[in-house]
């Protein structure tokens, strides 16, 4: 059974980091399309950063130049780094296998002061 674990979640203050880690239990990891999606209050799921079999990312305007994803075939992990939080980034976010129904239990990132 396809499990997708999230961890890394918190409380940061604006303008600081966190990172993000995915861990994933799939054959074949490392062809699969990857991405991190998040859900802030109120608001619909949205796409934040993909990354395919090859390496190559995409990102939503908002988080380019802040946030990175990237990937470890070797250990079946997605991560995600944050840097420069703002408030707007609060939500809760989910690591996705897209085009399959597999999704992470989700973690909370809050950015206040």
């Known amino acids: 059974q396809v499990q997708l674990v999230e961890s890394g979640g918190g409380l940061v203050q604006p303008g600081g980091s966190l990172s993000l880690s995915c861990a994933v239990s799939?054959?074949?990891?490392?062809?699969?399309?990857m991405g991190w999606y998040r859900q802030a209050p109120g608001k619909e799921r949205e796409l934040v950063a993909t990354i395919d079999y090859s390496g190559t990312t995409k990102y939503t305007d908002s988080v380019k130049g802040r946030f990175t994803i990237s990937r470890d075939n070797a250990k079946n992990t997605v991560a995600l780094r944050m840097n420069n939080l703002k408030p707007e980034d609060t939500a809760v976010y989910y690591c996705?296998?897209?085009?399959?129904?597999?999704w992470g239990q989700g973690t909370q990132v809050t950015v206040s002061s």
């Open positions: 996705h296998m897209p085009n399959t129904d597999y």
């Open positions: 799939v054959g074949m990891f490392s062809l699969y399309f």
